[in-house]
């Protein structure tokens, strides 16, 4: 009957007769609040296991590049190969301990583990600085390509003009305030090498590449360029892992020879205004000490230590459980397919070597 069903609707249920709307007003507010609390530690645990697993998956990725660049730069036989074996090796074996776990870091450039961390670091030192700044500007100051064995010079060369120029600013009461990375890439075609500086500065600083072509003449004004930062240029200016891919390909001796020749000198260069002790921290490649993780309650995994199992992706015990399961992307093991594919030698940096000097 209509009547019946209408009346129905009106019945409270089981559960609504339960709801703290129908206790004492004391005792349905303390519900409320354990259902709140329940749903925010729901929340939380969802948040952790998220975190856990972008951590995981970042770091596997990481590791499977890591892997294969280093495999290819121990082959050169390198004044470098030490460093390369222990990147090799970086993060290989994961001890976990209850909800922590912790493996060695080989503190490398070239190692995209340790330079993802050590990204992370810089963007959270520099950023809260870039943000108090006014009219930020991203500024290129480039030299013209150098062949392998004047790389080096190269670099000492362009570092000296710009502490000139530093000098200069500061004499006329236009201090420079920035920081200034230096980045080098390679260009397979013309077997040479492309030294450069970028940097955020505050102020629209054009007077960095008047003074950039004063000191090197030779220099093509065309290939200087300054634009007004925009969201993002901070992560441009910090991504640590030196490009390893030109023009498509791999070329391992080119990356070894980027590598000597940046070996021992600094990065990162600030002008102009001081880090704390706790930013200064983070630029430093032997700060980076064997990391902890504490949130790893969602793993339920076995205590003890994990192996690296290239082939899977991922750390492996001795039960053969998986620490945590990983299926790169299609991008990733096409980047992974090509630095494998790499051979021995690029062909810039052999004929440097039998260019008459
Ligand atoms: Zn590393």
Request: charged share 30%; glycine share 4%.
């Amino acid at each position: 009957m209509p009547a019946k069903v209408v009346k129905n609707f009106n019945v409270p249920t089981e559960q609504t007769n339960k709801s703290p709307q129908n206790l004492h007003p004391k005792k349905a507010s303390f519900l409320d609040k354990l259902a709140q609390l329940r749903k925010a530690q729901e929340n939380q645990a969802l948040q952790r296991v998220q975190a856990d697993k972008k951590y995981f998956t970042g770091k596997q990725r990481a590791k499977a590049i890591g892997y294969s660049v280093a495999s290819k730069l121990i082959e050169l036989n390198s004044p470098l190969k030490k460093s390369y074996i222990n990147t090799l090796y970086c993060n290989s074996k994961i001890e976990k301990h209850d909800d922590t776990a912790t493996s060695e870091y080989c503190k490398n450039r070239v190692c995209p583990i340790c330079s993802r961390i050590r990204t992370a670091k810089l963007i959270n030192s520099y950023v809260p600085i870039f943000k108090t700044w006014e009219n930020l500007s991203f500024v290129t100051l480039t030299i013209p390509n150098v062949p392998g064995d004047e790389l080096k010079n190269s670099i000492e060369k362009m570092d000296r003009v710009f502490k000139q120029i530093v000098d200069v600013l500061r004499k006329q009461k236009k201090p420079l305030k920035g920081t200034r990375k230096l980045e080098v890439t390679y260009n397979p075609k013309k077997t040479n090498y492309h030294p450069h500086f970028h940097l955020i500065t505050e102020g629209f600083r054009d007077d960095l590449i008047k003074y950039w072509k004063d000191y090197l003449p030779e220099i093509d004004l065309q290939a200087q360029n300054i634009k007004q930062a925009r969201e993002g240029s901070e992560k441009e200016l910090f991504k640590y892992f030196s490009k390893v891919i030109f023009e498509g390909e791999f070329f391992p001796a080119a990356l070894d020879t980027i590598l000597q020749a940046v070996k021992g000198k600094r990065v990162f260069r600030s002008y102009g205004f001081k880090l704390s002790e706790n930013q200064k921290e983070a630029e430093k490649i032997e700060k980076l000490q064997s990391q902890e993780l504490t949130e790893l309650r969602y793993l339920h995994k076995t205590d003890g230590a994990y192996y690296w199992q290239n082939d899977f992706r991922t750390w492996i015990n001795w039960n053969d459980e998986m620490l945590h399961p990983y299926i790169p992307h299609k991008k990733t093991e096409k980047l992974i397919s090509k630095i494998n594919a790499a051979k021995k030698g690029s062909p810039g940096t052999d004929m440097q070597k039998k260019r008459p000097v």
